[in-house]
């Protein structure tokens, strides 16, 4: 059972990325995503979570109207489309499955079940 995060990477203030969670040994349409984030010297924080049909998302404050969460069950793949980055953006990003609870009424990491290996995200000014 594993969750690997990818596309990370060093980005200008205002450019763009896309982070992918692709699941091996499990099905990840059973499953909540959500995406967190840990910058140095802080706490880890919800970043976006989608429900397992994709009908209900949410977004930190901190994000909403600049990143996108999606998911292709078929792919058995997550995604965070990152648009207009900013230096507060750079953090370690993690994805994780869970139950509903995870993407119910908020970010929920209590009920996280798999969490992925982080990816860097650095926006540079």
């Known amino acids: 059972v594993q969750l690997q995060a990818s596309g990370g990477g060093l980005v200008q203030a205002g450019g763009s990325l896309r982070l992918s969670c692709a699941a091996s040994g499990f099905t990840l349409g059973y499953y909540a995503i959500g995406w967190f984030r840990q910058a140095p010297g802080k706490e880890r924080e919800g970043v976006s979570c989608i429900s397992d049909s994709g009908s209900s998302t949410y977004y930190a404050d901190s994000v909403k109207g600049r990143f996108t969460i999606s998911r292709d069950n078929a792919k058995n793949t997550g995604y965070l489309q990152m648009n207009s980055l900013t230096p507060e953006d750079t953090a370690v990003y993690y994805c994780?499955?869970?139950?509903?609870?995870?993407?119910?009424?908020?970010?929920?990491?209590?009920?996280?079940?798999?969490w992925g290996q982080g990816t860097q995200v650095t926006v540079s000014s």
């Open positions: 994780a499955a869970g139950g509903p609870h995870v993407c119910r009424t908020g970010i929920q990491s209590e009920y996280v079940d798999y």
